[in-house]
């Protein structure tokens, strides 16, 4: 394409799309989010590495899956696009192109029906980058998912993170500094080595990002290098970069409804679905740490039962016990995990059943293995005006400083000068280091 005309074709897109897309985009949330109930079983990572997170290199061979259940069983149009955000998710001040060669608002055309599940559903996946777009600069990404079946309807949002890989990052993971998190919290210094990337001023330019286990809800953003030294920065603070080490996740195995794992009661099949009744579970908050393997809060969509984790795995209601003798006073309890976004959601808030004895809760669930926590959180007319409820899972689970995790360190370089935050270099580990 003539480059004046391809220039001329961008700008009309772009206009064309902000007006389109600042009507469709009321209530939109700058972090994972799914908007429609009939969307279920949201995944997003690194091709082919099911447990990874959506973090990309620019310019690189790999790419990043979407995929996502509708529900409903039938065909709709999914179209998608992308916004470039700043180091705290806000848009940056670039227009889309310069940071997209190729065109948004194109239709998510793979997609297949489910087989022989007694709830019809479809699949769809998206691959980026692709044949329709490449991106021209690293940095925080939103990706924007709508249904534009009738009327235009935000459906999907998901962080991701693209990186030009300039700097090295060394990590170390510690006990808690301050005495009284020492035996419950993980504390993590790194050293960011720079040969090839001349920063005029450091403590301006340059920025960390720490998240653990993938989380964005705590993450901990913008801090600063501590010390200076010849091509190195050295990120070592005292009680600021600091995370609740929590428990190893709780879990749940539903890969066979037919060879049931051991903490399934009951699987029943009726003509209304298939229920499925997990054993009681015990707050943990007061008992010794115990180590066991998890997938740090994660979940992987997978059936033993047929031959076809997308498109044989059936949709499961599950009922969560979790046993006490009477309900917590001025609290909340909530399902919580990757499989809730990581969110209180109304959904997975769980209510006290004096009959069981403990707070029953139920999640609608595909096939597959689940990491999960329960999460407590004041009550409404506790919390701050206002504020947003922060979830405490130490409270159910208790924090251990033994307890495995895995962390992310992501560098965001802006030097003097630019318009936007690039991400310069980026280290996931584990606190087994």
């Known amino acids: 394409m003539n480059p004046v005309l391809r220039i001329f074709t961008l700008i009309t897109s772009l206009l064309l799309c902000g007006l389109v897309y600042a009507q469709d985009d009321e209530g939109l949330r700058n972090y994972d989010y799914t908007y429609l109930d009939n969307i279920r079983s949201v995944k997003f990572h690194s091709e082919g590495l099911l447990l990874s997170y959506p973090i990309i290199e620019l310019g690189g061979a790999a790419r990043i899956t979407l995929s996502f259940d509708d529900i409903d069983g039938d065909v709709k149009d999914y179209i998608y696009t992308f916004v470039h955000c700043d180091i705290n998710w806000e848009p940056s001040n670039l227009q889309e192109m310069e940071y997209l060669d190729g065109f948004t608002g194109e239709r998510i055309q793979q997609y297949n029906f489910s087989f022989k599940t007694l709830w019809p ?61 020492f035996r419950t919290h993980q504390e ?95 707050p943990r908050a007061q008992q010794a740490y115990t180590t066991f393997e998890d997938i740090n809060g ?63 809760g139920k999640a609608l669930l595909k096939q597959g293995y689940y990491d999960f926590a329960y999460a407590a959180v004041d009550e409404a007319p506790n919390n701050r005006q206002g504020a947003k409820p922060e979830p405490d899972m130490d409270f159910i689970e208790g924090n251990s400083f033994e307890t495995e995790n895995e962390y992310t360190i992501l560098i965001y370089y802006r030097p003097f000068g630019s318009r936007f935050d690039r991400v310069v270099g980026s280290a996931t580990f584990t606190s087994k280091l």
């Open 298 to 360: 994660n979940f992987v969509l997978e059936t033993t039962d047929q031959d076809d984790n997308d498109l044989a795995g059936e949709y499961c209601e599950v009922y969560f016990t979790l046993h006490t003798e009477k309900p917590y006073a001025g609290k909340d309890l909530y399902l919580f995990g990757g499989f809730t976004e990581w969110q209180l959601k109304p959904e997975y808030k769980m209510a006290y059943n004096e009959s069981r004895n403990g707070y029953v």
């Open 188 to 282: 993590i210094d790194f050293v960011v080595e720079h040969p090839r990337l001349k920063i005029q001023n450091p403590m301006q330019e340059i920025r960390a990002v720490i998240l653990q286990n993938g989380r964005w809800d705590n993450a901990i953003i913008g801090v600063p290098p501590k010390f200076i030294r010849p091509n190195s920065l050295i990120f070592d603070y005292q009680d600021r970069i600091v995370f609740p080490g929590g428990k190893e996740f709780r879990y749940v195995d539903l890969r066979s409804l037919r060879l049931v794992s051991f903490n399934v009661f009951s699987v029943d099949r009726t003509d209304d679905g298939i229920f499925v009744q997990l054993k009681k579970d015990a």
């Open 121 to 181: 559903y479809t699949h769809y996946e998206l691959s980026l980058p692709n044949n329709d777009l490449r991106w021209l600069q690293s940095g925080n990404y939103l990706l924007k998912v709508y249904d534009d079946t009738d009327d235009r309807r935000l459906a999907i949002t998901r962080r991701f993170v693209v990186v030009e890989p300039m700097v090295g990052i060394g990590p170390q993971v510690l006990r808690a500094s301050q005495v009284s998190k």
